[in-house]
């Protein structure tokens, strides 16, 4: 399961349920909402965003004029949707950066186990490859591990770490801004110490680096998974130190989505990446119209197109579709793009956006079998690879010992590939065909009027 996938199927199936309705009553209108505030609670939200949620709902959904061009269950689509908007934050909050010629200081705060460290490294690098000069600073001085951490961390992803000596924090950040300014950085990121639990100790001395750098961001990295307890220590910093927003780890995880859900009420203060898996690229601005698409099983096509765009070349997917439209498409075009697939990020996460897929593919079957599939064409002389149909009964014995698997599954592969790339041929000569796909794949837009 990903992230939030318990309440999607919830409010998927009650929406479902809703589609024979003729009209929106009142009664079935709070009928429906018992359902959502269900599912809200279970999935770990705060008790009074629950309440203001379905209160603005109802009050919403009783006002609202029926219009005759769309069904009574896409028009209360809409209404939790514009509310479910709100309830995460509106809409995306950049970073409040400095001019390029000016050093930019971001603290990180945040309990020890929630993923601090690498999240630095991760937004060092999204930050850099945005054209920032960053320099990442160790300031966690009470373990050496986390020093140790951050520098492997910075090598991995191509970010420099200032590691410092000494175990006064204050002194090791304060000789990092000034390098900072010397070389011409001009984003510092500061990975602060942190604790199995709020302290004061620990409040003190975050204090003391925000007083002092005076930080043009403080961001709270908190573990997703822990639901409610992520906002009670959201609370916590927010009223010692000051928080400007939030970057949730463990996205990708099973988890209830409570966290997410309950921050920005609670706080007023925006989440502005989210963690979403264990590759240094795997953070994301946090789009609250986005999410709650994905949430309501609406897909998110905009996301996706932008992960296809930093992986795929123009002129190689032209170069893709010309070869799908002559048959030229081969067992190493199909292995290309599983592997620029991957690039992408998990089948889970690609699957949650595309609209009215999450949770209807047995996605631990699918990995499976891609895995399985690399396997066997990986087991394949190049020149198998370009032209299967040399494949006769001993090179598929040959190929099915050295992949591990059977001469059935390597027939199964063959048959499945001969299969999709005649589909594809089809698709890619006739435009008819593939808008068709598209506005399949589309469902009622949220802004529809």
């Not at 959904?61 to 769309?70: D, M, N, P």
């Not at 309830?87 to 603290?107: A, H, M, R, Y």
């Not at 945040?110 to 999204?126: N, V």
């Not at 579709?321 to 067992?331: D, E, I, N, V, W």
Request: glycine fraction near 8%; hydrophobic fraction near 40%; charge should be positive.
């Amino acid at each position: 399961m990903g992230f939030f996938e318990s309440i999607s199927q919830r409010l998927q199936g009650l929406f479902r349920s809703l589609s024979g309705k003729k009209v929106l009553t009142e009664q079935n209108v709070r009928d429906m909402l018992e359902e959502v505030k269900t599912a809200l609670l279970e999935a770990d939200v705060n008790v009074r965003v629950v309440r203001r949620f379905t209160n603005r709902v109802l009050e919403s959904a009783l006002g609202v004029t029926v219009l005759k061009s769309v069904s009574p269950g896409e028009q209360f689509v809409k209404i939790i949707y514009d509310n479910m908007v709100s309830l995460l934050g509106d809409q995306k909050q950049d970073l409040n950066l400095l001019g390029p010629d000016v050093v930019s200081t971001i603290l990180l705060v945040g309990l020890q186990g929630h993923g601090k460290t690498t999240t630095a490294a991760k937004l060092g690098l999204k930050l850099q490859s945005e054209g920032r000069r960053v320099l990442l600073v160790a300031a966690d001085r009470a373990r050496p591990a986390a020093i140790d951490q951050l520098e492997k961390l910075g090598q991995t992803v191509g970010v420099p770490v200032f590691r410092g000596e000494g175990h006064d924090p204050l002194r090791v950040v304060d000789e990092a801004v000034k390098l900072a300014r010397k070389e011409q950085y001009n984003l510092v990121l500061i990975d602060t110490a942190g604790r199995l639990q709020v302290d004061q100790e620990l409040m003190n001395q975050l204090v003391q680096l925000r007083d002092r750098f005076k930080p043009v961001e403080t961001l709270l990295v908190a573990d997703a998974m822990t639901g409610q307890s992520a906002v009670e220590i959201a609370q916590t910093f927010d009223q010692t130190v000051g928080l400007t927003g939030f970057i949730l780890t463990k996205f990708d995880s099973d988890t209830r989505g409570g966290a997410a859900l309950s921050l920005k009420t609670i706080t007023q203060k925006p989440i502005k990446y989210i963690g979403v898996g264990e590759k240094p690229t795997a953070l994301e601005v946090f789009h609250p119209e986005r999410m709650a698409s994905r949430i309501l099983g609406m897909g998110d096509v905009v996301s996706l197109v932008e992960k296809a765009q930093e992986v795929y070349d123009q002129q190689e997917a032209e170069r893709l579709r010309q070869k799908m439209a002559s048959s030229t498409f081969t067992l190493q075009d199909y292995l290309d793009q599983i592997r620029q697939v991957k690039k992408m990020g998990s089948l889970q996460s690609i699957m949650e956006m595309m609209p009215g897929m999450a949770g209807n593919v047995d996605l631990t079957q699918n990995e499976g079998q891609w895995k399985q599939e690399e396997a066997i064409i990986l087991s394949m002389t190049l020149k198998e690879r370009k032209n299967h149909l040399i494949l006769g009964p001993s090179r598929r014995q040959r190929i099915a010992r050295g992949s591990g698997t059977s001469v059935f599954m390597v027939n199964q592969l063959i048959k499945r590939f001969e299969k999709m790339r005649d589909t594809l041929r089809k698709v890619a000569k006739n435009k008819g065909m593939q808008q068709q796909i598209m506005t399949q794949m589309g469902m009622p837009h949220p802004n529809r009027r």
